[in-house]
């Protein structure tokens, strides 16, 4: 079991930056791959990024390619995103997920364990 508890959200005008981070509990962090998926107001929850248990992979959606960077440290049980060249759209609440061995990483379906979400808006 895992909980996970995410923090750095805010406001920040276009083209700037913001760092998110997802804190884990338990002792089986290593064992996960961990994802944020993010939801805007009226849409669906989207995937935006995924990392390996070890951080050796990495996987992003076409829109934040790029921009996003998504890396971790086991040893502080943590997944980090770093969004830069943040855009307009990118505002949403930024979820961090977690699940053990799993091949379709973009959907929600896929995920068991999910954090309360932070806000990340951005101004144009």
């Known amino acids: 079991q895992v909980q996970l508890v995410e923090s750095g959200g805010g406001l920040v005008q276009a083209g700037g930056s913001l760092r998110l981070a997802c804190a884990a509990s338990g002792r089986t962090f290593s064992r996960y791959t961990i994802a944020w998926f993010r939801q805007a107001p009226g849409k669906e929850r989207e995937f935006a990024a995924a990392i390996t248990e070890t951080g050796r992979m990495a996987f992003y959606a076409d829109s934040v390619k790029g921009r996003f960077t998504i890396s971790r440290d086991n040893a502080k049980n943590s997944v980090y995103l770093l969004m830069n060249s943040l855009k307009v759209e990118d505002t949403a609440v930024y979820y961090c997920?977690?699940?053990?061995?799993?091949?379709?990483?973009?959907?929600?379906?896929?995920?068991?364990?999910w954090g309360q979400g932070t806000q990340v808006t951005v101004s144009s």
């Open positions: 997920a977690a699940v053990v061995d799993s091949s379709d990483l973009a959907s929600p379906l896929t995920y068991r364990h």
